[in-house]
């Protein structure tokens, strides 16, 4: 079992930036592929990107390719999505999402088995 807890959302202008956190409660974070996902109102749940786990590649989406960046710091058993030129399309609830598998689409939400509660980033224009 993996606990995620985020953080780190909140209100932010059109162009501007935001760093969420994702903690987890397993300190071997290198074992899990994590990944980050969206959901606005009334929409499907979507990728935003996600880290693969041993090797850390990391792969986005092509809506935030070049905005959005995913880290992670092993020590504090922490993965980060560090976002730039925020635009009001951006504005959803985002969770983080960790997978311990091998082999799967890690694009798709159902390849994962342990998901945080989300939090809140709106984006005003």
């Known amino acids: 079992q993996v606990q995620l807890v985020e953080s780190g959302g909140g209100l932010v202008q059109a162009g501007g930036s935001l760093r969420l956190s994702c903690a987890a409660s397993?300190?071997?974070?290198?074992?899990?592929?994590m990944g980050w996902f969206r959901q606005a109102p009334g929409m499907e749940r979507e990728l935003v990107g996600y880290?693969?786990?041993?090797?850390?590649?990391?792969y986005y989406a092509d809506s935030v390719k070049g905005r959005f960046t995913i880290s992670r710091d092993g020590a504090k058993s922490t993965v980060y999505l560090q976002m730039n030129s925020l635009e009001p399309e951006d504005t959803a609830v985002y969770s983080c999402?960790?997978?311990?598998?091998?082999?799967?689409?890690?694009?798709?939400?159902?390849?994962?088995?342990?998901w945080g509660q989300g939090t809140q980033v709106t984006v005003s224009s």
């Open positions: 397993r300190r071997t974070l290198s074992l899990y592929n």
């Open positions: 999402a960790a997978s311990p598998r091998y082999g799967l689409d890690f694009g798709l939400p159902r390849s994962y088995d342990y």
């Open positions: 880290i693969t786990r041993v090797s850390g590649s990391s």
